[in-house]
């Protein structure tokens, strides 16, 4: 089971008090209320569109709040500076660029909000990366160039680089989306290990998958609500739910990988959003 620290006295991982958010005066958060103690592995499922990716970005302040607070271990968002803590792994990357990047100068990208300006990597902090690498197998491809690998690896790379700096909370935004079952088994065992390190893992998801085992809790949206907050929901999740219309993105139907169309080029996994900015 999990070290002591989980029922601790400790401030939650985030704090999410009667947030709002509108995009163009149309709400999209409306009015959610939701703790994720420390240490914890949480899901927050809901159809397309219900607001789950603007939650976990509001949660990062990477979209700001109409109204209501959040607090981040303890700390109001605004004055939150700490992040090296927290891990994100986006959901979808911005279009353009084509530097020719390799996996382990992406992997490493990850640990640039961690280190003082201008300093070099450390010894410590290369042992991070080659561990991250390992993490999500992806040692033998550090020198490969990121545009050569397929959807699901590059997803392990966006994995990667958020370990690498050594958080200790996690939010993975649909890190399932568009990943076949051996990557997919790949990123459980992943949570697995992070599970055991007593990390807090918030996983975006539209079902539970190979995660379900993991999952403590889910948190449910519809509409910018939350509509279930507590033990996990069904495995079969919200996609087998009668109603239920989720689209998954699949733009090229030559392309047995159905992320293709959205895969990152090496430029825009350089400049992924940085928590906490606008
Ligand atoms: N930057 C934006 N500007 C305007 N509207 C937006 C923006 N981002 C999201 N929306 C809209 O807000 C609503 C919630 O989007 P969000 O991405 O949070 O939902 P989601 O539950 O994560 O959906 P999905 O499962 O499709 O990723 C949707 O109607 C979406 O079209």
């Known amino acids: 089971m999990h070290a002591q620290i989980k029922d601790a006295d400790v401030p939650p991982a985030f704090e999410v008090t009667d947030a709002r958010v509108a995009y163009d005066g149309v709400p999209v958060l409306d009015g959610v209320n939701v703790g994720i103690p420390r ?160 990390a807090t893992v918030i996983l975006v998801l539209h079902e539970l998958g190979p995660l379900e085992e993991f999952i403590e809790r889910t948190v449910a949206l519809e509409s910018g609500r939350i509509v279930h907050d507590g033990a996990p929901l069904l495995p079969t999740g919200e996609c087998a739910r009668p109603g239920h219309e989720h689209q998954h993105p699949h733009p090229d139907p030559n392309d047995p990988d159905p992320r293709a169309a959205e895969r990152p080029s090496p430029a825009d996994l350089m400049r992924l959003e940085v928590p906490g900015r606008d």
């Open 39 to 198: 240490g914890r592995t949480v899901a927050v499922l809901g159809p397309n569109g219900s607001g789950k990716s603007t939650l976990v970005r509001a949660m990062l302040g990477i979209v700001p709040l109409t109204s209501g607070g959040i607090r981040v271990h303890g700390t109001p968002l605004s004055r939150f500076r700490d992040w090296r803590r927290i891990g994100y792994v986006p959901q979808r990357l911005t279009a353009g660029g084509a530097v020719p990047a390799t996996v382990r100068e992406i992997v490493s990208s990850g640990q640039v909000a961690a280190r003082r300006r201008f300093s070099l990597p450390t010894r410590a902090d290369r042992a991070a990366v080659d561990e991250a690498l390992a993490a999500v197998d992806l040692t033998d491809l550090a020198k490969a160039s990121v545009r050569e690998l397929s959807g699901g690896q590059q997803q392990r790379v966006l994995i990667a680089r958020a370990l690498a700096g050594r958080p200790d909370t996690f939010v993975m935004d649909e890190p399932m989306a568009g990943v076949d079952a051996e990557n997919q088994r790949a990123l459980a065992r992943i949570i697995a290990r992070l599970r055991e390190r007593d």
